[in-house]
């Protein structure tokens, strides 16, 4: 993502592959984030009251922040380290039907940023602020729906391949909840597949 003229958001346009004949623009990438049946459950208040506010787990942190909070926009890519984040739901509205909680959080993923690690391998790290709503249908004790989004700067490099010019570089991510119905939603997460240095995608 980069500015434009009038300060407003846009996607950028530059390669990152610049010496590569075969080149291509910073692209979108998508991910699927797992929860387990105990962790969905965790996500709502037992007792809730306009205007709670509660942690979110660890484990779905971690999960969150490392796998799907990252900059994706080079492809395959492998998560990072957790070095500090927070994500807490706040009770913003309810009635018998339905539960709207909001969403907030940040991390601070992988390495610290240093322009010294400029031209260093595995020096790859990023922050991100995170917003969001989830909306959970208290007769059919379903969450509906859960939308949230992130800004962030990300910088380093994961060998010592040619980056973007602007660093570190700004990226956005978007989430919402899949249905199950359409072939994508059922491909697993990339980092319960592949490469994973932060450990088991899910605790025990």
């Known amino acids: 993502m980069r500015h434009d003229h009038q300060i407003k958001f846009v996607r950028s346009t530059e390669f990152y592959y610049k010496q590569n004949p075969d080149r291509w623009k910073v692209e979108t990438q998508s991910d699927l984030l797992w929860l387990t049946k105990s962790e969905k459950h965790s996500l709502v208040p037992a007792n809730p009251k306009p205007g709670d506010r509660h942690e979110v787990v660890q484990p779905i942190q971690k999960r969150f922040y490392s796998t799907i909070g990252i900059d994706y926009m080079e492809g395959s890519v492998s998560a990072l380290p957790t070095r500090r984040s927070t994500m807490s739901l706040l009770v913003d509205k309810m009635d018998d039907q339905v539960l709207v909680l909001r969403l907030e959080g940040y991390a601070h993923l992988g390495r610290e940023f240093d322009l ?89």
């Open 116 to 204: 010294k690690l400029l031209t260093e391998s595995s020096s790859r790290g990023c922050e991100l602020r995170l917003l969001g709503t989830v909306h959970y249908d208290r007769r059919k004790q379903a969450i509906t729906r859960f939308d949230a989004v992130g800004v962030g700067h990300a910088w380093g490099r994961r060998t010592n391949e040619i980056r973007l010019d602007k660093y570190p570089w700004m990226y956005g991510i978007a989430c919402e909840l899949v249905t199950g119905d359409a072939p994508q939603d059922l491909i697993p997460p990339y980092n319960l597949l592949h490469y994973n240095p932060t450990g088991p995608y899910f605790e025990h």
